[in-house]
């Protein structure tokens, strides 16, 4: 079975522009986790979905930050309008009922 | 609230040599899981392993051996006989199960940077 996707692998884009990252969880799990890396803040949980529904986004850092789950085979991060300070690799993972998280091999953002 | 420490920022040991990797948790929930996973210079995050609250049982596969104690509220994770393709960091992270609502954010450490040298 394929594991999680991301897409794009790299994305490099200028302060001010949309950014959207995607994701495609493993067929049959029923969460699906944003996370963000960076050197300073660690890996850190941006939002999760339990079938297709946003249950914590606590984590999202600020209204520029948008999340969408519209059917169990995809999701989408997007950033608008995009700061340097957004660059990051972005992780998404899926599990089922829960507790083991299997990820994706992230989105590494770089904005300039 | 959750916090998971790694107090070893890098560690650095010669191929063969044994290496312990470091794990404290805090949490007030009775049941929760803890985890490492494995990011190898290549970016991606492996799963290695899960252990619930329950079961304090010391695993063992391969090379690698978990012990979890919850007296000292530890998950220390040891490589045995270390090989230059054990470099990476190394994350603990912690998750908690509500009953009903299941809240299965997870924690993690700040992670820990093994370098083996040939």
């Known amino acids: 079975d394929a594991g999680v996707i991301q897409s794009p692998r790299h994305e490099v884009t200028e302060m001010g522009q949309e950014v959207t990252l995607r994701c495609k969880p493993i067929?049959?799990?029923?969460?699906l986790f944003w996370y963000r890396q960076t050197m300073m803040r660690g890996l850190e949980l941006l939002i999760y979905?339990?079938?297709?529904?946003?249950?914590?986004d606590s984590g999202m850092p600020e209204d520029r930050f948008s999340a969408k789950m519209p059917n169990a085979s995809f999701s989408t991060l997007k950033i608008q309008p995009s700061e340097p300070r957004d660059s990051a690799v972005y992780f998404c993972?899926?599990?089922?009922?829960?507790?083991?998280?299997?990820f994706g091999p992230g989105t590494r953002l770089t904005v300039t | 609230a959750q916090k998971v420490t790694q107090a070893q920022t890098e560690i650095s040991v010669v191929e063969k040599e044994d290496v312990t990797l470091d794990c404290v948790y805090e949490?007030?929930?009775?049941?929760?899981?803890l985890f490492w996973y494995k990011q190898p210079p290549s970016g991606e995050l492996v799963f290695l392993i899960r252990r619930n609250s329950f079961d304090e049982q010391n695993e063992i596969s391969g090379r690698y051996s978990w012990n979890f104690q919850k007296s000292t509220s530890s998950f220390n994770f040891t490589i045995t006989a270390s090989q230059v393709v054990d470099s990476a960091v190394y994350f603990c992270a912690l998750t908690v199960s509500y009953s009903g609502a299941g809240s299965y954010q997870l924690t993690f450490g700040k992670g820990t940077k093994l370098s083996v040298i040939p």
């Open positions: 067929s049959g799990h029923d969460y």
């Open positions: 949490t007030r929930d009775t049941t929760y899981y």
């Open positions: 979905f339990n079938n297709n529904v946003p249950i914590d």
């Open positions: 993972a899926s599990s089922f009922e829960g507790t083991k998280q299997y």
